[in-house]
């Protein structure tokens, strides 16, 4: 599967000059919503994911995701895995599963999100299964931005990785872009202007 060239199809990968909320500059951006929006090809890539799984031989019970972000990549992941799928979102800054979900005793969950960058967001949900007595067994998302080690690809682990490293993390491919301090930025010094996605309507 060319995962990279499905993310293009959906407008999902995009190109040009961009400014990530780190304040870095990329030529590449990642809209990972998008690649979400047909959903045939939500449930191909999430069908592609939890094969993955499924050849590990990992024992799985339930999918959580943290909103928003990972709430269709995990609905599907768990649509895939024919397995329960609940959600942690944020209250007032803090994670917490609310709406009635109930994480049972020593359940096996994989905490899953659309796109892995540094992991904070799904640690902090792993963290509450955990508070509610649930085993996290793996992560997953369909893109990683290469900051974690997946399963699978020779992309090592950088400092700023905030998933456990005794826990497995599964993903369709890595998307490691290069990024520029805007001082360093090859764009900024042809003249260009870097612009911050979600500004021009996209
Ligand atoms: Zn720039």
Redesign the pocket.
């Known amino acids: 599967m060319d995962v990279a060239q499905i993310y293009k199809d959906s407008n999902a990968l995009l190109e040009g ?1 961009f ?1 990530l909320s780190s304040g870095n ?1 990329s030529s590449f951006y990642l809209q990972s919503a998008k690649v979400l929006e047909d959903p045939k090809t939500a449930k191909l890539l999430a069908q592609e994911l939890a094969k993955q799984i499924k050849e590990s031989g990992i024992k799985v019970d339930a999918i959580c995701s943290p909103a928003l972000g990972g709430l269709i990549a995990g609905f599907a992941l768990a649509t895939a895995l024919d397995v329960r799928f609940i959600f942690a979102e944020r209250v007032e800054g803090q994670m917490s599963i609310r709406r009635g979900f109930k994480v049972k005793e020593n359940e096996n969950y994989i905490i899953c999100e659309d796109i892995i960058t540094t992991g904070g967001s799904a640690l902090e949900a792993a963290k509450q299964v955990e508070a509610h007595g649930g085993n996290i067994v793996a992560y997953a998302a369909l893109a990683n931005r290469g900051f974690c080690s997946r399963v699978g690809s020779t992309v090592e682990t950088k400092e700023n990785c905030k998933l456990p490293l005794d826990k497995p993390l599964f993903a369709l491919d890595d998307f490691t872009f290069e990024m ?1 301090s ?1 001082e360093n ?4 010094k042809q003249g ?3 612009y911050k996605p979600g500004s021009r309507g996209n």
């Open positions: 000059h400014k500059h520029y805007p930025c090859p764009m900024c260009s202007k870097a």
